[in-house]
């Protein structure tokens, strides 16, 4: 079981921990011909640069916040919404064939995602075709700078929803069964056997999956945005990752950028260890023991 296990590891360390040299940029001017070795270290200065206020960080910063809020109250709780329908129906066939239609979309990549989304509302899309044809005024959404995020929201419920749905799905099928009969004959209907039964067994996962959700909150979806930003402008669309591409790569502050990268992931980790320890609070394990 060792030996099978190698070749993952090798590739979790030539590409998760390795990489984590990099960080060391974060404490240079860097300069790509120089290389890390050459290039002048310069300390904290690139951390200076970013507490200073600057406001295309802040913007970056607030947005990817909101974002992040947004998506957690709504998108996080879908999956769990989807899994109770699902499991509340009797026809196994029909569950079936709608977990088989709502697991696709996990599989397109978001270039094709976003396409299918402008090709629907778009300029020239469906609905707007149509509303022309029909004598009514058409409709800016894909560039409606107010109605970005929650188009970014619907396509981030389109895409991942039904996927995440197994999990819960998975959780849901080990409940034991005598429960929800000892709980009908003591009276419960089906909404106090959901709240004092389902809800209950899927509690260990839904904080998990909290947990990781944190660690990953500062991050919004880099290429479903940068596939879009050209058409609401960076104002309303920068984030933390988006920032780093335009002003690393694009921008060749490389020092900057790799600070930014570094103090998200600092902060990411931090929410990570405190949801754990209150998870353990609550009697639940998280994400790791002790």
Do not use: C
Not at 18 to 45: C, K, M, R, T
Not at 59 to 79: D, G, K, R, Y
Not at 161 to 185: C, H, K, M, N, P
Not at 203 to 210: D, F, R, S, T
């Amino acid at each position: 079981m060792l030996l099978l296990a190698i070749p993952g590891m090798l590739i979790i360390l030539a590409f998760q921990y390795y990489p984590l040299w990099g960080n060391v940029i974060a404490f240079q001017d860097y300069q790509p011909y120089l290389g890390v070795e050459q290039s002048l270290w310069v300390g904290f200065e690139n951390f200076k640069i970013i507490a200073s206020g600057d406001p295309a960080f802040l913007n970056a910063v607030q947005n990817t916040l909101i974002l992040t809020a947004i998506q957690t109250v709504i998108v996080f709780p879908a999956p769990i919404v989807v899994a109770l329908v699902l499991h509340s129906l009797l026809s196994n066939r029909l569950r079936q064939l709608v977990q088989s239609i709502i697991y696709v979309p996990h599989f397109m990549s978001w270039v094709i995602v976003v396409a299918v989304f402008q090709q629907v509302l778009g300029g020239t899309g469906m609905i707007n075709n149509w509303l022309r044809m029909n004598g009514f005024e058409a409709i800016n959404i894909i560039g409606n700078v107010e109605a970005f995020r929650a188009l970014l929201t619907s396509q981030v419920m389109w895409k991942d929803t039904g996927w995440a749905t197994i999990l819960f799905l998975a959780v849901l099928s080990q409940i034991d069964r005598s429960l929800y009969e000892a709980s009908a004959v003591d009276g419960a209907g089906r909404w106090r056997q959901t709240w004092h039964v389902t809800l209950p067994g899927l509690k260990p996962i839904i904080i998990l999956l909290l947990i990781l959700k944190l660690g990953d909150s500062l991050t919004v979806g880099f290429e479903q945005i940068i596939l879009q930003q050209s058409a609401v402008g960076v104002d309303a669309s920068e984030v933390l990752d988006t920032y780093v591409y335009n002003n690393g790569i694009i921008g060749g502050n490389w020092g900057v950028s790799a600070a930014v990268g570094l103090v998200k992931s600092v902060v990411a980790l931090t929410l990570v260890l405190l949801a754990n320890k209150i998870a353990h609070k609550f009697g639940e394990e998280g994400v790791y023991k002790g």
